[in-house]
C-alpha cells in the first residue's frame, strides 16, 4: 500500500513531536511543514520536506498529501481544521478542536459534508491505567459508583509563559482547562461518560502579569449516567517550581481506586471486593520514538490509528463528537464561572 502523507501545520514543540512520529513511521510519510516564523527559527531544520509560511501557502501548492495536521496555538485550531477539510483532506487536531461548542460544530458539519475524517489528540486514552480504569469501570467491577475527584497540580511560570507569546491569552490560548488539563476532562468523559458541572470556582493567585484567566479552579460535577455520582476537579498551574500530579481516585460501592503520578500513570491503590489487579502494560511504549517516552509517546498509537482508520480496518478511537464533547464541559464550566 502506499505511504500515508502528513502535512504539519505548527512547527512547536507539539509539532515537531508530531513531524517526529511521522517521520519514524514506516506507513506514514511527512511531505510539508508550516510555520510563520520560518524553518530556521522553528528549529525544524532536520526535516528536510517543503517549509510553507502559512496553511493557505500549504493549500495553494501542488503538492500531494492526505492529511493536515493542526499543532498551532489553540484559537487557530478551528479556523485551520474547517480550511482543511474545505480542501478535502483528514484532519489530526492537537487538544482543543476548539475554543467554543460552535466552532467545533462547525468544524462536524464540514467533516460529513466532505466525507473527510477529523481525530482529535487525546493519546492519554492509550495509557495503561486509563485503558484499565475504563473495563473496570464498563464492567461494573467497582459496583455503583459513588464519587470520582479528580486533581491536576501542574506548575506553570515565567518559563513557560513568556512575553509575547501565545500562551496565556485569552484568544490563542482559552484558559487553563483548555490547555493543560483537557487530557484529564477527556479521560473523565471517555470513562464515565457525559460530565454536568455544578458549580465552579476559579481563581488567579501568582499569574497575574502572565495569563488573562485563572490559574486554579475548584469545581463540582455530577456523573448523569452513574446515577447519583458525583464529583470534584481541583486544578493549579501554581504549583512552585515543579508539577506535582494529576491523579484520578473512584470510591465505588464494591471498593476504590486511585491512580496518580505526572500524567494519571501509576496506579497507587486498588482495594475491591474479590478482584485481584493484574499486571499493566509499562506506561513507555516499547518503540524507539527518540526523546519521548510516556505521555508523549503515545502519540504513536494516535497515529496507529489514523492509519488503521484510513485504511478501513479499525474504529476512530477519538472523533470530532468527543472532542466537541470535552470543550463543551470546559465552556460549561467558565460559564458557571462567571
Not at 512520529?21 to 532536520?46: I, K
Not at 492529511?67 to 481544521?81: D, F
Request: aromatic residues 10%; negative net charge.
Amino acid at each position: 500500500m502506499s505511504k500515508i502523507k502528513f502535512a504539519i501545520v505548527g512547527a512547536g514543540h507539539i509539532g515537531k513531536r508530531h513531524a517526529e512520529m511521522v517521520r519514524r513511521d514506516a506507513e506514514g510519510e511527512l511531505v510539508a511543514l508550516v510555520d510563520p516564523r520560518g524553518q530556521e527559527a522553528c528549529g525544524a531544520q532536520d526535516f528536510d520536506v517543503p517549509f510553507f509560511s502559512s496553511i493557505d501557502e500549504l493549500l495553494a501548492s501542488n503538492l500531494d498529501y492526505d492529511v493536515i495536521n493542526i499543532c498551532t496555538p489553540n484559537g487557530l485550531h478551528a479556523e485551520q481544521a474547517l480550511k482543511a477539510l474545505a480542501a478535502k483532506k483528514h484532519v489530526v487536531c492537537e487538544k482543543p478542536m476548539g475554543l467554543t461548542t460552535q466552532s467545533c460544530e462547525q468544524i462536524i458539519y464540514k467533516s460529513l459534508q466532505v466525507s473527510k475524517q477529523v481525530f482529535c489528540v487525546m493519546q492519554n486514552r492509550y495509557s495503561p491505567p486509563s485503558v484499565w480504569i475504563k473495563d473496570l469501570i464498563e464492567k461494573k467491577v467497582l459496583g455503583d459508583i459513588y464519587m470520582v475527584q479528580l486533581n491536576c497540580y501542574w506548575n506553570r511560570d515565567e518559563r513557560y509563559y513568556k512575553a509575547g507569546g501565545w500562551k496565556g491569552t485569552k484568544d490563542l490560548d482559552g484558559g487553563t482547562l483548555f490547555t493543560q488539563f483537557s487530557h484529564f476532562i477527556d479521560i473523565l468523559y471517555w470513562v464515565f461518560g457525559d460530565v454536568k458541572p455544578l458549580s465552579a470556582l476559579l481563581r488567579n493567585y501568582n499569574h497575574g502579569h502572565s495569563i488573562e484567566f485563572e490559574d486554579t479552579g475548584l469545581v463540582h460535577f455530577a456523573l448523569p449516567q452513574h446515577g447519583a455520582a458525583l464529583g470534584s476537579l481541583n486544578y493549579s498551574t501554581s504549583v512552585w517550581d515543579a508539577n506535582l500530579e494529576s491523579s484520578m481516585t473512584i470510591i465505588g460501592s464494591k471498593g476504590s481506586i486511585k491512580v496518580a503520578g505526572q500524567y494519571m500513570n501509576e496506579v497507587v491503590h486498588c482495594h475491591i471486593e474479590g478482584y485481584r489487579m493484574p499486571e499493566l502494560a509499562p506506561s513507555n511504549p516499547p518503540n524507539d520514538y527518540g526523546p519521548y517516552k510516556g505521555s508523549a509517546a503515545n502519540h504513536m498509537y494516535v497515529y496507529e490509528n489514523v492509519r488503521d482508520v484510513l485504511r478501513g480496518t479499525k474504529p476512530i478511537t477519538t472523533n470530532a463528537l468527543e472532542g466537541l464533547k470535552v470543550v463543551e464541559i470546559i465552556e460549561s464550566i467558565y460559564a458557571l464561572a462567571r
